[in-house]
T-cell receptor, first 111, second 112 residues
């Protein structure tokens, strides 16, 4: 399968804590993207990091990319109950023109 | 700008029937992609259309087909429905291939 793997599969934390999700993938990429999905809804794009970038920030989000290990991490700082959702990484492979999604991490933030 | 619109929101069909799902992309977006989401398989890429041409196709049987019209609206069709086709079907648009995707809220298809 070309899908990336994310871990953990599920994560439960308290409001105010930080949440870290990891993504591993298999092929060389042009870029890696992170998306959020609230239950039963469509996905929302969060951030895109290109293969020549190592770290990117957007508000409370911090994404890192290690192309030598074919892995990425998403850190959400000072989490809120509204951050409760599933988070997916997606890779835009160099040998394909399609975005392939990982298996997702289900994040639960308790007030 | 209006977001990606998918219709219908919910659909119940019987095995053996066929179904057509519709997607209206964000104005100006020429690329439309379709994904199938199930609890067991996650998000699986179906196909991508760009300027009325199928640019990419995933590993789905020929029962799954699609098309894109000159106004960028897209439809996907599933013929001879099977129980395993029950899923959330998501459409996403983008200005061009490789750009971040803008998703609709999906069509939930239940096959009985």
């Amino acid at each position: 399968s070309q899908q990336g793997e994310e871990d953990p599969q599920a994560l439960s934390i308290q409001e105010g804590e930080n949440a870290t999700m990891n993504c591993s993938y298999k092929t060389s990429i042009n870029n890696l993207q992170w998306y959020r999905q609230n239950s039963g809804r469509g996905l929302v794009h969060l951030i895109l990091i290109r293969s020549n970038e190592r770290e990117k920030h957007s508000g409370r989000l911090r994404v890192t990319l290690d192309t030598s290990k074919k892995s990425s991490s998403l850190l959400i700082t000072a989490s809120r109950a509204a951050d409760t959702a599933s988070y997916f990484c997606a890779t835009d492979g160099q040998s394909t023109d399609k975005l392939i999604f990982g298996t997702g991490t289900r994040l639960q933030v308790f007030p | 700008k209006a977001g990606v619109t998918q219709t219908p929101r919910y659909l119940i069909k019987t095995r053996g029937q066929q179904v057509t799902l519709s997607c209206s992309p964000i104005s100006g977006h020429r690329s439309v992609s379709w994904y199938q989401q199930t609890p067991g398989q996650g998000l699986q890429f179906l196909f991508e259309y760009f300027s009325e041409t199928q640019r990419n196709k995933g590993n789905f049987p020929g029962r799954f087909s699609g098309r894109q019209f000159s106004n960028s609206r897209s439809e996907m069709n599933v013929s001879t429905l099977e129980l395993g086709d029950s899923a959330l079907y998501l459409c996403a648009s983008s200005p061009e291939t490789g750009s971040p995707l803008h998703f609709g809220n999906g069509t939930r298809l239940t096959v009985t």
